[in-house]
Nanobody
């Protein structure tokens, strides 16, 4: 059985940083990509960033380029999302998900974590 578990969310102020972690278990994800998505209240789930396990190819949403960094630690089966210069509009539940490529559409990802709340106050 496949599991993804997010951690690292919290409450911060504008300009602060947080690092989210997505720990995978249950099977080998060598052929997969891990994506981060977020969903704010009343809004659709949106793509944030994604990385491939095998070669580290990366894709970012324009809204987070230059502020967020996605990385992976294959030995720990963990993908990280370093979030700097946080803004109130970054407030959302952040999810990680496993998919076949660097897709930006949620339906392309087959396995999802439970999400972790990030709140940025002004």
């Amino acid at each position: 059985q496949v599991h993804l578990v997010e951690s690292g969310g919290g409450w911060v102020q504008t300009g602060d940083s947080l690092r989210l972690s997505c720990t995978t278990s249950g099977r080998t994800f060598s052929s997969y990509a891990i994506g981060w998505f977020r969903q704010a209240p009343g809004k659709e789930r949106e793509f944030v960033a994604a990385i491939t396990w095998s070669n580290g190819f990366i894709r970012y949403a324009d809204a987070v380029k230059g502020r967020f960094t996605i990385s992976r630690d294959n030995a720990k089966n963990t993908v990280y999302l370093q979030m700097n210069s946080l803004k109130p509009e970054d407030t959302a539940v952040y999810y990680c998900a496993a998919g076949g490529a660097l897709q930006v559409v949620p339906r392309e990802y087959r396995v999802w974590g439970q999400g972790t709340q990030v709140t940025v106050s002004s």
